[in-house]
């Protein structure tokens, strides 16, 4: 059985693009980054998504051998031009403080009206083989609240309510929010692709 | 003489006005918001610098009656997508704590490279009077350091080298930097259009 890397430290994201692949007819032995404790983190230095998934699926091809899947996601909020963006998961300054950044978000937009709060969840997702790459994106739109709502999901979840919906990601399951995620968007596009790199030879 | 209100409560803004103006050849009888009290401060609901400015100069021109000038101010970086612009006084979401603001700031470009730390002051100025409206606006380009430097100047000057220049705007003199600053330039812009309001029957 081939075998596929995925540059990802979160279990939970090695079950979501597991679940994905085998509902795209994919069946491969999936590992994450903790089979690889040796290959250090790569920073995300790149200038948007795509570049940063890139970079982090070649790094771990390179330190691998092993076709690698990286992705990078963010929140884009129309009133902040598109921030915090590749900046969303320290937009508050510290790496992964989810609270400080939902808060900062909440008060950077304080005198922002309804009309200007649309916002979206972007993923680019990459794939890296020995002799090529692969890559798609997925968002969702939808807007923000002024305060935060549920306990599901992570980030910036609890204020993001996706369009045509009234509850935010983080008031859906975990199947309801995948099966319209951005993540998981990107995820069934790029599954489509990889077919390509796991037959290379 | 004619008067003429700006919609400020800083005394300095409100002296460097006048000597702009009287460097123009304009010579009013300045006053500020300290002149009128009752006046409630006007929020700046606006989408950019010139809706504030418009915002802020229109509401005092009808609470004085008196022909108003405002501006409004900020940095946009170049790799915020022009953030903070227009909420630069409140980034770190608190209004005016200006070393929040710039550490902040720092922190979402600990990673960025030189390359992309280009950064500018921007100030968009207008004037509101019985019958018409003038505005203009000044840019000072340059690029962030990764430590303040300086201690003149106020906001984000001590992160601002201005292009051509080795010096901080915190480390220049208020001359040196009313010369070369944002604000100097849509001041001086907007006082060459303002005789046309100050005329007006």
Redesign the interface.
């Known amino acids: 059985m081939n075998q596929l890397v995925l540059a990802s430290r979160n279990p939970g994201k090695v079950v979501e693009l597991r679940r994905i692949l085998e509902a795209s007819g994919i069946y491969v032995d999936l590992l994450g980054m903790e089979d690889f404790p040796e290959v250090p983190d790569v920073?995300?230095?790149g200038?948007t998504f795509m570049e940063n998934a890139l970079l982090k699926a070649r790094a771990v091809y390179e330190a691998t051998g092993l076709v690698s899947v990286a992705d990078d996601s963010g929140l884009t909020v129309e009133?902040?031009?598109?921030?915090p963006?590749i900046?969303s998961a320290?937009?508050?300054?510290?790496h992964g403080d989810d609270k400080a950044n939902l808060?900062?978000v909440l008060?950077?937009l304080a005198?922002v009206?309804e009309a200007?709060r649309g916002a979206a969840f972007v993923c680019a997702a990459a794939a890296v083989g020995r002799s090529d790459h692969v890559f798609a994106e997925g968002s969702i739109e939808g807007r923000l609240l002024r305060e935060p709502r549920g306990s599901n999901g992570f980030g910036y979840d609890p204020i993001f309510v996706p369009t045509g919906y009234d509850r935010t990601t983080a008031e859906m399951s975990a199947d309801e929010k995948d099966a319209i995620s951005h993540r998981g968007e990107a995820f069934r596009a790029l599954a489509s692709q990889l077919i390509t790199l796991l037959d290379a030879p």
Do not use: I, P, S, V
């Open positions: 920073r995300e230095t200038a009133a902040l031009n598109g921030m963006g900046l320290r937009w508050a300054g510290r808060d900062l008060a950077q005198d009206a200007r």
